[in-house]
């Protein structure tokens, strides 16, 4: 490791921490400078690893004689703050954001609209992707998700790529032009798609999270009434496994059902292909009946 990366890698003045405790227990805090973090297994000083520790530490909590556990310290990763977020709302889980990522392209300098934000699990997968160019704009209708999701954004580090703001996405005209991704977590994203399909920018990208299969056909008829193709629907299931020595297998506890995700892309309205003449149907021939017979030869 280079000097740089090394001093990037040491804990600074309220970063976010996430501590293991062995196999046990998992904390996503800030490491705020003078503050003590309490746990069942001891506590441990902030200003012990302000400027000091780097990131992958491995340390004790105090009282050392008493307690003395061993704890981890660890940069989060992107899973870590979706599952550790305060949230209210159902939020969208790792798996699933993960999908979200890849099949719309989104990436460093990609401008985002986002409803609702819920709890802000996903804004803030969004703004760590987008970052350092892109933005995420991210709309809701209720008072309480939008201050749990900005507390989240905020405790993230994402403000200056992330907006979050009071507004229907139903009925609200928003400024947006060209951007490259819709993602649509809410009640009935069908209706809104005729009315966002203007603010993406051809071949952009559009995905609507459904948590059931009757949204989910809905969502579909609606994209392919509204200029986009590449409609596809995919549920993912995760499964952990269990690793021992004479054990190895599924864990016995899984989460059975998050949602599926329904994805298009925009294009151009249909054209007529101007090229191409219309086909010409198939001589019908009569028989003595007054019955159609299929083709020349009579073949069916
Ligand atoms: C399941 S939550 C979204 C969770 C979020 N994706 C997350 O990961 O935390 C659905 C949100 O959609 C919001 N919502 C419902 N109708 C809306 C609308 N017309 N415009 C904007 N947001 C809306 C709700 O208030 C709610 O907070």
Redesign the pocket.
């Known amino acids: 490791m280079t000097v740089q990366k090394e001093n990037e890698n040491i804990i600074q003045e309220n970063d976010l921490i996430y501590l293991i405790l062995e196999d046990r227990k998992r904390w996503l805090v800030q490491a705020r400078a003078g503050e003590t973090f309490h746990t069942h297994h001891g506590f441990i000083e902030f200003d012990e690893l302000i400027n000091k520790k780097p990131f992958g530490s491995c340390i004790f909590s105090k009282p050392l004689e008493t307690q003395g556990y061993k704890f981890y310290v660890m940069k989060p990763l992107p899973s870590d703050y979706i599952l550790h977020m305060k ?1 209210k ?4 889980y790792p798996k699933d954001a993960g999908l979200i990522l890849l099949y719309t392209g989104i990436g460093p300098g990609s401008i985002i609209i986002e ?9 803030c997968i969004l703004g760590n992707y987008v970052r350092p160019n892109g933005h995420v704009y991210s ?4 008072e309480k ?1 939008l201050n749990r ?1 900005l507390k989240n954004v905020k405790r993230a580090g994402l403000q200056e790529v992330v907006t979050i703001q009071e ?4 009925k609200k005209d928003l400024e947006l032009r060209d951007v490259d991704c819709v993602v649509l ?3 009935t994203p069908w209706d ?1 798609i005729p009315k966002i399909k203007k603010y993406l920018r051809l071949s952009g990208s559009i995905c609507c ?1 459904s948590p059931t299969m009757e949204q989910v056909k809905k969502n579909t008829f609606s994209l392919k009434n509204n200029d986009f193709i590449e409609v596809i629907t995919i549920e993912l299931l995760e499964r952990r496994l269990q690793v021992k020595e004479n054990a190895t297998r599924p864990e016995t506890r899984m989460i059975g059902h998050t949602g599926y995700l329904t994805f298009g892309r925009k294009v151009e309205p249909f054209k007529e292909n101007p090229y191409r003449e219309k086909k010409p149907k198939k001589k019908e021939i009569i028989d003595m009946t007054g019955m159609p017979l299929r083709g020349e030869n009579n073949d069916h």
């Not at 609702?116 to 699990?121: E, I, K, P, T």
């Not at 709309?139 to 209720?142: E, I, K, S």
């Open positions: 949230r709302t159902q939020i969208i409803a609702g934000c819920g709890s802000g699990a996903l804004t709309y809701d209708v209720r998700s999701a507004g229907d996405i139903l977590d809410m009640p809104a999270f």
